[in-house]
């Protein structure tokens, strides 16, 4: 067996050179939570990476899954895809199912569902020809999650005692954290305590990430409302974090992936759709050519479509209704069904959100 430790941003910034001369074999990275969000990504999860690999550590990383359904499931999926990109994991990726925080009971997210987001996320990852598996403690693997279709996947077992007692394969054991039964539970180079690990399978083999992901990456977007507004590359609810202004009415929209291509349509208000513009035609300066965007130079739109080569896409509008603001639901799709569309026709669109 080989000892290592699985760490976060939580564990603050890591002395790896007092890490590994205290034995450390391996190392299990964090390099995010829930969907794919840029504010969302480990703030350490690049610095951890590189000092790995420049020490000679071998690596894995972990997703903390927030996903209540399997769309969700696919976003943390191309959460980890977007991260990893170019780099190389000797210990796979690993998804980690548990409601530490109890987000998931307060949403009434069945344990049926958390089988089908695992079963999501993992055929994903291990559909890039990377090796892919479930992080959970005991009581999950054996009472939440116990379905036959996760048996293909590798486990990760939490269990802090001084045995593992998984009746089921499984390649690394989390033996300890806050407790630990067999070590102290602290190194140098670590404030506070963390999580220990032992690889059971020793079978140790680099595995690169794909160079070019089949999803769209960062998505850049600009609305014309009058003007053309910032260009954003985000969707949040910061001033950044979304393309218009709230007041003025949207007419032209335009937008291009960080991979692959997305093709959109606009909905003229009291009129038809208009397009498909492809995102191969984006222009990052005012013009108002009518090949570089979707919509109508000074006619409101109230609908938008998308879609995408690489992956799905999501998207909404900002619409006015009963003289509030509103944003709508997402449309989360990969642009296959003509009847997905954002807004509400006769309504006109006053902001948007892509990623």
Not at 1 to 30: P, T
Not at 333 to 341: S, T
Request: glycine share 10%.
């Amino acid at each position: 067996m080989k000892f290592g430790i699985d760490v976060s941003s939580n564990n603050g910034v890591i002395d790896w050179n007092k890490v590994k001369a205290q034995g450390v074999e391996f190392a299990i990275i964090r390099c995010g939570i829930g969907s794919d969000f840029h504010n969302q990504d480990d703030t350490q999860f690049l610095r951890n990476y590189n000092e790995c690999k420049r020490l000679g550590i071998p690596v894995g990383t972990y997703l903390y899954s927030y996903a209540c359904n399997v769309e969700q499931a696919k976003s943390e999926a191309n959460h980890v895809l977007r991260l990893i990109q170019g780099k190389i994991f000797e210990l796979g990726i690993w998804f980690d199912m548990e409601d530490a925080d109890g987000y998931k009971a307060k949403r009434n997210v069945s344990y049926s569902t958390c089988v089908d987001i695992c079963e999501t996320f993992c055929n994903i990852i291990e559909s890039k020809g990377l090796k892919t598996g479930i992080y959970a403690n005991l009581d999950w693997l054996n009472n939440k999650i116990n379905s036959n279709r996760l048996d293909k996947f590798d486990k990760w077992v939490a269990q802090w005692t001084t045995e593992c007692t998984y009746n089921k394969p499984y390649s690394i054991w989390q033996f300890g954290g806050e407790t630990n039964l067999i070590r102290k539970n602290k190194l140098d180079g670590i404030n506070g305590s963390v999580d220990m690990d032992y690889l059971i399978d020793d079978n140790i083999k680099p595995q690169p990430a794909p160079t070019e992901p089949d999803y769209t990456g960062t998505i850049t977007y600009q609305a014309y409302d009058g003007k053309w507004e910032k260009e954003v590359h985000k969707a949040d609810d910061t001033p950044e974090g979304y393309a218009g202004d709230g007041i003025n009415y949207v007419s032209g929209l335009r937008a291009k992936p960080q991979y692959g291509e997305i093709i959109i349509e606009a909905h003229e208000l009291g009129g038809q759709w208009l397009g498909p513009i492809s995102s191969k035609d984006y222009k990052t300066n005012d013009t108002m050519d009518g090949n570089s965007y979707a919509g109508i130079y000074g006619k409101a739109m109230d609908a938008f479509r998308i879609k995408s080569t690489r992956g799905f896409v999501k998207y909404r509008a900002l619409v006015r209704i009963n003289n509030k603001l509103q944003w709508l639901d997402w449309v989360v799709g990969f642009g296959d069904n003509p009847n997905e569309y954002a807004g509400i026709l006769g309504v006109p669109i006053l902001g948007l959100q892509m990623f």
